[in-house]
């Protein structure tokens, strides 16, 4: 057997072979199936890029109206999950709400057919349509209020939105939302797509594969970065206190949130997509002097750090974009699921295509030969 050199992160190892998305840190490129992000995201909708994504190609015409249909009468959760997430505490994160509701799903559907296509497609259907009825519940329960029904007449985007306080939201704040998930939808083998794939590869269900990657999802220092933005913009509070609260982090050698990434080492191109949807809200909206603050730090940040290569990550302009659209901050991450999902199903497809489990090796540097000393004489 080959040894190989370990290397902590796994950085630089590969864990598939996969065709789904490409991504080029030095020149900042992102591709979904060939296609680059931002030809998607002007000209594509998240579902028919969640389609390209899953399905490997652009759907046509049929194609994209017969997927639109089945996800749009899909987006009811059944009345036990409801009552089940009506249990869970109102302080706790929608995170862990989202993650125990995606694996509640595999309840009520345990039957596992992993070959079977129209099984891989009504998961993926199913998946798709309720991961944001669940979202929006939660937050509606969680304020003491009973959840909106989906609203079959809206797109996904639109109907996302209007569940969270049942106001019919602006075309355009529809619209860059939808572009919001087109951008937060596949990232090659990042944390949670790893997850993902080493569930998918014990040939357990679709559901504990999404459920274990909402898991990694969370953390700080992944999907959960967004929401630590947000925090980190309230904490500075102006313009001046950017430059010493920088100096400060690079001294207390703390992560300064939004910056950095293990492949892109220029400016993430999503940000870059983010920064100018954000703009274009602010031009419509109203000006959000958090704005101002976070572009302070994208040029103190490039000044201190860029010859290391951090510059700005998807999370640092996301969370921009979804305040100037009210949405609380701890949804941030939860969105970010919304999106992802269609790209971990992706993973899921590609995963079962050509399995075998996960089972990766060790550099053991514990003891042997220790012999067992009686509790009394410890
Ligand atoms: N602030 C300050 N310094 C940083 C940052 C940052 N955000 N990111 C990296 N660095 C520095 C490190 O201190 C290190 O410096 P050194 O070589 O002098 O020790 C160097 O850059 C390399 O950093 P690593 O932590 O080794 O990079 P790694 O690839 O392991 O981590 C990560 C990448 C986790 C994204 C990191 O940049 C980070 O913690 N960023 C902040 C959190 C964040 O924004 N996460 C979201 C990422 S995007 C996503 O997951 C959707």
Known sequence: MMVCEYKPGLEGIPAAQSSISYVDGQ?????????????????????????????GELPTKEELKAFEHEVRYHRRIKYRIRDMMKCFPESGHPMDALQASA???????????????????????????????????FQLMRKGN????????LDYSANFLYML?????????????????????????????????????????PYAVVASAVGTLGGPLHGGANEEVIQML???????????????????????????????????????????????LFEKFGHDKFYDIAQEMER?????????????NIDFYSGLVYRKMGIPTDLFTPIFAIARVAG???????????????????????????????????
């Not at 992102?30 to 994504?53: M, Q, V, W």
């Not at 306080?165 to 939808?178: C, S």
């Not at 609260?245 to 207390?252: A, K, P, T, V």
């Open 27 to 55: 020149k900042g490129i992102l591709e979904y199936r060939g296609i680059r992000i931002e030809e998607l995201a002007e000209k594509s909708t998240f579902l028919e890029t969640a389609y390209l994504l899953i399905w």
């Open 146 to 153: 009973d959840p909106v029904r989906p609203r079959d007449d």
């Open 300 to 312: 103190v940040v490039e000044e201190k750090l860029g010859s290391k290569g951090i510059y700005p």
């Open 234 to 280: 309230e904490k500075i509070g102006s313009v001046e206190n950017v430059r010493p609260y920088i100096e400060d982090c690079l001294q207390r050698k703390a992560k300064i949130m939004g910056f950095g990434h293990r492949v892109y080492k220029v400016k993430d191109p999503r940000a870059t997509i983010l920064q100018g949807l954000a703009e274009q």
């Open 103 to 137: 694996a509640a799903l595999g309840l009520f559907y345990s039957l596992r057919d992993l070959h079977n296509p129209v099984y891989i497609r009504d998961s993926v259907v199913r998946l798709i349509a309720t991961i944001p009825t669940m979202v929006a519940a």
């Open 165 to 205: 306080d049942e106001k019919e939201p602006d075309p355009l704040m529809a619209r860059v939302f939808d572009i919001c998930l087109i951008l937060q939808v596949e990232h090659t083998m990042n944390a949670s797509t790893f997850s993902a794939r080493v569930t998918a590869s014990t040939l357990t269900d």
């Open 344 to 378: 971990w199903l992706a993973h899921w497809k590609e995963q079962l295509a050509e399995n075998r489990i996960f089972r990766p090796t060790q550099v053991y540097n514990g003891l042997h030969e220790v012999t067992y000393t009686p509790i009394d004489k410890r």
